[in-house]
């Protein structure tokens, strides 16, 4: 009965690593299958889902969600959560406004963006590895007092005299083809992500702290420190994306990307994570990324509503988390049965 | 961490040697207070209508509400959960009364209120379920709950909204009306709060939630049926969640989709203000209660000391901040003082 235990905050992990890690790579593999078989089907049965048009418009919709999702990987992987994500964005949004309407060039203000999202995020990581309070509560914290700051910066009104260079590219195609500008680089940002985690030291020490943060100190990994910056990273991203809604829509507002750090946390535990921490691929993330926001994509196409979208957006949170844990029961019940099959001839 | 804040709350008659916990505790509720009056005096001193009778009754009325959700998560944090569904919940119960009540005129309001805490009690039995059956930390659960509770709601009302005029005149006097000077809805409050601070700190199962949030493992050890615990404090958080729903449509009169959207952030706050501690096993539904207060006198305060209303978010989310901070500090002073008296324990 070890491995059923009821899950803590802290990481409940397993004896049988074994099972575990197979059960993981499964997991992975079915998101991709599903997330290609959901793609098939969808440009086969939903009228302008398989258009080129549409699917520069689903990549616009998947950027904020895939670039918040990579960082909050990384952080889910040690065993921490950073709720703040939207409120970060929707703040640098504000920030963003402020400035263009105080004169400062869009030059210097995108840059300046990114790094308020740094400082911001580098408050969650102080409250969390400095003075050690759970990740949970530091960020449904920082939630509300960063969102309540957006509020207080720019009140209802928006800003959205940004110039149409800026904003047009942000939008626009690489020249003549139907491939968005953006692509590109969150390519590029999601393939260095990828690689940090994946084939570096500092990806092992990661993994290796959110599978056993106390081994993982006692192995001379910096615990503490790689919290810190990963929490520095998730709001860089964070104020990015800022720059990238607020030009996408052309507007500077509050309360832009409110409540998307749902979607973000049920991307992420879709493609595989553990929310315990220690175990998760970015492979399958991208996946489950890729699949939340086509299917979303899908069904407004299909003429759901939107309020089908949110349940269906919350059923699949629980349900990427529930699937697993169902799986693992299964194959735990199976396993016995056999070894009890096997163990009953001898005695 | 928490192990050292063992509950030694609001029973008088416990005279263990460990004054210090005492004063800890009892400074948190005073320290509360101070900040109340603090700010209620620093207010009125800018405008003396601020503690006029109509005043104080506004702010007792929205603290109400608020109240009642934080006694409900109160149960759930002390075992270490959370319950991020309760906005919702809300929303669902009231709208769903709210439409009860319009097609059912002749509704006696009692019946009304156990329609709500029934709604509630479900979506309650829904977040239990999945967290203890289907082993989804609590978060997750109630986060994705948020959402589906919130969906359904949207779909019930369809855009569509309920207003005073469309409800029974019984039903909006109750939300009103008062006895000896004091509104129907506080007085629902006030029972619930004693109501529930008699079975945390006297019954068994309260008793057991404590332990629970304490060390579950220990709990488990020590025949506690936890499954059956945590399904009762996830049922009770959404049960007073619904009553909450159907005071709101009392107190409102109007009811659309949106409905207690982003409460579940006041809630969190005002438990967490109140003194009851994130990761579980200690605090009561009385500090609970007085951190709710002290969130409506300050939102109800900002108009008066000329701050901008924009302001209030922000301010939930530092007081958030500062009271886990604070926690933390206490914690860390008390356990460091209680190894030096007691290191001859282990």
């Given at each position: ?23 993981m ?44 999702a ?57 409250f ?59 390519l ?10 994946h ?5 092992r ?24 910056w ?36 049920a ?81 | ?52 009778q ?12 608020t ?16 319950d ?14 709210a ?115 304490s ?58 203000v ?33 701050v ?9 989310g530092a ?19 209680l ?8």
């Amino acid at each position: 009965m070890s491995t059923e235990t009821a899950p803590d905050r802290v990481a409940d992990r397993p004896q049988s690593g074994r099972l575990r890690s197979s059960r993981m790579v499964g997991w992975d593999g079915a998101v991709v299958v599903v997330t290609a078989l959901f793609i098939v089907i969808a440009a086969l049965t939903v009228e302008h889902f398989g258009t080129s048009r549409n699917a520069g418009f689903l990549i616009l919709d998947l950027a904020p969600v895939l670039l918040l999702a990579l960082p909050m990987t990384l952080i889910i992987v040690t065993g921490e959560i950073d709720l703040s994500v939207a409120s970060t964005v929707g703040l640098t949004s504000s920030a963003m406004g402020v400035m263009w309407n105080n004169g400062l060039p869009l030059e210097t203000i995108m840059p300046l963006c990114v790094v308020i999202g740094a400082v911001l995020g580098a408050v969650n990581g102080i409250f969390v590895t400095a003075l050690g309070l759970p990740s949970l509560a530091v960020t449904i914290g920082t939630l509300a007092l960063y969102r309540g700051l957006a509020f207080v910066l720019l009140g209802d009104t928006a800003v959205a005299d940004f110039p149409r260079d800026f904003t047009g590219w942000t939008i626009g195609d690489l020249g003549a083809s139907s491939i968005p500008n953006v692509l590109i680089p969150m390519l590029v940002i999601a393939g260095l992500f990828a690689a940090v985690l994946h084939a570096t030291p500092t990806g092992r020490a990661i993994v290796a702290t959110g599978a056993n943060a106390t081994a993982a100190s006692f192995a001379g990994i910096p615990v503490g420190r790689v919290k810190f910056w990963l929490y520095v990273t998730s709001g860089a991203v964070a104020g990015l994306v800022g720059v990238f809604w607020t030009l996408r829509y052309s507007s500077a507002r509050a309360d832009n990307a409110a409540g998307l750090e749902l979607t973000v946390v049920a991307a992420v535990l879709l493609g595989g994570v553990s929310i315990f921490g220690g175990k998760g691929t970015l492979p399958g993330v991208l996946a489950g990324v890729v699949l939340l926001t086509s299917l979303q994509n899908a069904l407004r196409l299909a003429d759901v509503s939107t309020e089908a979208l949110t349940v269906v957006t919350g059923s699949l949170l629980i349900v990427s988390v529930l699937a697993p844990n169902v799986v693992t029961a299964v194959r735990t019940t199976l396993s016995r049965r056999r070894a009890r099959l096997r163990m009953t001839p001898t005695s | 961490m928490t192990l050292v804040a063992r509950p030694t709350d609001s029973a008088p008659t416990t005279r263990t040697g460990s004054t210090l916990l005492d004063a800890v505790l009892r400074f948190r509720a005073l320290g509360l207070l101070i900040a109340l009056v603090a700010m209620v005096a620093a207010t009125a001193a800018v405008n003396s209508r601020f503690v006029s009778q109509q005043s104080i009754r506004d702010i007792l009325l929205g603290a109400a509400i608020t109240i009642l959700l934080a006694v409900g998560m109160t149960v759930v944090v002390l075992t270490r959960g959370i319950d991020l569904s309760v906005g919702s919940v809300l929303g669902l119960s009231a709208y769903v009364t709210a439409d009860f009540l319009q097609v059912n005129p002749g509704t006696p309001v009692p019946v009304a209120m156990l329609l709500g805490l029934a709604i509630g009690a479900g979506c309650g039995l829904v977040n239990g379920a999945v967290i203890h059956f289907g082993k989804v930390p609590a978060l997750v659960a109630t986060l994705g709950t948020l959402y589906v509770f919130r969906g359904i709601v949207y779909f019930v009302a369809g855009g569509s909204r309920i207003n005073a005029s469309d409800m029974p005149r019984g039903f909006l006097d109750f939300g009103t009306d008062r006895v000896l000077g004091i509104p129907y809805l506080i007085i629902v409050s006030l029972v619930v709060v004693v109501l529930a601070g008699v079975f945390l700190s006297r019954y068994r199962a309260g008793r057991d939630m404590y332990a629970l949030g304490s060390s579950p493992e220990a709990a488990k050890l020590a025949g506690i049926p936890a499954g059956r615990r945590l399904l009762t404090a996830y049922v009770l958080c959404g049960a007073l969640a619904g009553l909450g729903g159907v005071l709101h449509a009392a107190r409102f009169g109007t009811v659309d989709a949106s409905a207690g959207s982003g409460m579940e952030l006041n809630v969190v706050a005002a438990v967490v203000v109140g003194g009851v501690a994130i990761f579980g096993g200690s605090g009561t539904v009385f500090g609970a209660a007085l951190g709710a207060l002290l969130l409506t006198v300050i939102s109800n305060a900002l108009p008066v000391l000329s701050v901008d209303q924009f302001w209030q978010q922000a301010i939930v989310g530092a007081l958030i901040l500062g009271a886990i901070g604070l926690d933390r500090f206490v914690g860390l002073r008390v356990s460091a003082s209680l190894r030096r008296k007691d290191s001859h324990v282990d």
